[in-house]
């Protein structure tokens, strides 16, 4: 094991038996991260569904059929990037994440990007969208998702990329298409 998936480890086991919101409750196992260690490229996506919920595997129902024919379109695979969420816990019935636990839950997100160092961020959803776009100064360019998804924002060491929720596409081929083209933006972007 080398530094990162030492540091990366850590952060497993606390997720594991972490009870810093209520989700823990209702939770049936967190989803942590999947993916290189060495990544350039972060997926971030909101919360755990169903699925994602009885794997603790990122992505693995519907929306992540979505997000693998996306990467696909683009000649990535799952072990080419690292993928996670704002919460590492399934909010029940798939309802919104309330503000407390994305303050409680972010400082692990934080720990994630610090160690791994990827070179682009994309956000998948408007949540990790307004998150991101904050914690890189970019609160005055934050628009409804309908405004940026597609946008490269350059910051100092890092481009954030606001993409929709792949889940959007399920069932609608028009916004496949959209988030294909926002792929493309993204491939030129490497
Ligand atoms: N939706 C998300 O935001 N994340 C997942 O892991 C699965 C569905
Ligand atoms: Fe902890 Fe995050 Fe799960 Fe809340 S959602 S219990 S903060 S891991």
Known sequence: MNERDIELKKIRDEVLKCRKCLLYKTRTLPVIGQGNHQAKIMFIGEAPGYNEDKTGRPFCGKAGAVLDELLKSINLKREDVYITNLLKCRPPNNRDPEEKEIKACSPY????IEIIK????????RYSMAYIMKKYGLENELQSISKIHGKVFQTKDIKIIPL?????????????????SDFNILNKSL
């Open 109 to 112: 997100l934080e720990r994630q």
């Open 118 to 125: 990827p070179k682009i961020i994309c956000t998948l959803g």
């Open 164 to 180: 929709y929720h792949p889940a959007v596409a399920v069932y609608n081929q028009n916004m496949i298409k959209i988030l294909k």
